[in-house]
């Protein structure tokens, strides 16, 4: 089959070969993957800025969706022709996560998705949701459900309440859609013209330019009139906790999911404190919040926000446009 093989540490190092195609074994399935899509930390994998410990060579990337090619003796919630994402959280299915849950990650301690086949046990995969096309639902896993865990798992947003969404990744993007549909309303920041202008198109309520307002917990306080958002998901960390902090309000949640400006936080304890702020750092979610994310996809009719597709044969482009920061959505890669 064809595969993606990280090789080394560097983006270089990614390359298109020929591997043996891997063979259902009992309780697993053989999943024909029709689309992968990118997340930060697949670049971070890939470059070696989240860790140099991983065994090489290896198959990239977390995210992905596909389908039943295959299946192992003892399935017997899949059959050939189903199409299914795959979950990222493998081991993770229901209730709070423990240090067990976390022991499995696809595309970081198991095989990526970045071939034309992957074995993934019966437990840890999703039916796409019937209004998806693979390359559509390739960018759920892992977005898709950080986004459904932080608002509807963690900070319980209801109908009426403020949300406020932070630039124009995948996260952030699944966040607002989210929130909409939930009947809260959506505060956004970019810093682009022409994304803060999509970002309206797309919903949101108000929009941010956070390079004209550096400050702009202020204009989020000054567009709820002083009462400050529900929830946020911080995407950036050390550069943007103080002004995700500030933004909410008494009793807000800020849900701690990246690391794209650094992992050491320079956090405000005085208003932490002083206005009982929950902040809560997760990874991705449960499988029960990926079913639940899918559900709501199919009953709301949510298409998720692609900036672009790549082939297969392009995938070190494709890596490099998503550590450049200037997409808005996903970035998908179809194993063609």
Request: hydrophobic share 45%; net charge negative.
């Amino acid at each position: 089959m064809k595969a993606i093989q990280q090789v080394a540490f560097g983006l270089e190092s990614l390359q298109l070969k020929e591997i043996p195609t891997p063979i259902a074994g009992p309780g697993e399935v053989l999943v024909k993957i029709e689309a992968a899509a990118l997340n930060y930390l697949d670049v971070a994998l890939a470059t070696g800025t989240y860790s140099k410990e991983l065994p090489l060579p290896r198959i990239p990337t977390s995210d992905g969706a596909g389908v039943v090619a295959a299946i192992g003796n003892n399935v017997t919630k899949w059959q050939p022709g189903d199409r299914v994402a795959i979950h990222y959280n493998q081991l993770w299915q229901h209730g709070q996560a423990t240090a067990g849950t976390n022991h499995i990650r696809t595309g970081v301690s198991t095989p990526g998705l970045l071939a034309e086949y992957a074995v993934i046990p019966e437990y840890a995969l999703v039916r796409t949701p019937a209004n998806l096309t693979s390359v559509e639902a390739a960018t759920l896993p892992v977005a898709g459900v950080t986004a459904w865990t932080g608002l509807m798992g963690y900070a319980g947003i209801k109908a009426g309440q403020t949300v406020l969404t932070q630039g124009t990744g995948g996260v952030s993007l699944f966040a607002m859609q989210i929130a909409l549909a939930a009947g809260a309303k959506v505060i956004a920041t970019s810093s682009h013209p022409d994304k803060l202008k999509k970002l309206q198109e797309l919903g949101a309520h108000e929009v941010i330019d956070y390079k004209k307002y550096p400050n702009w917990h202020e204009e989020v306080k000054r567009i709820t009139g002083g009462e400050g958002v529900h929830a946020t998901l911080d995407i950036a960390g050390a550069a943007t906790i103080v002004n995700s902090v500030k933004s909410v309000g008494f009793n807000g949640f800020v849900g701690l999911v990246g690391f794209i400006e650094g992992a050491q936080l320079p956090v405000d304890l005085f208003t932490v404190v002083g206005s009982y702020i929950r902040l809560q750092g997760y990874s991705v979610g449960s499988l029960k919040s990926f079913q639940e994310l899918a559900a709501a996809i199919e009953v709301n009719d949510i298409h998720p926000v692609i900036d672009s597709i790549f082939p297969v044969s392009e995938a070190q482009e494709a890596f490099r446009y998503m550590g450049s920061g200037n997409y808005f959505g996903k970035v998908v890669i179809e194993m063609k």
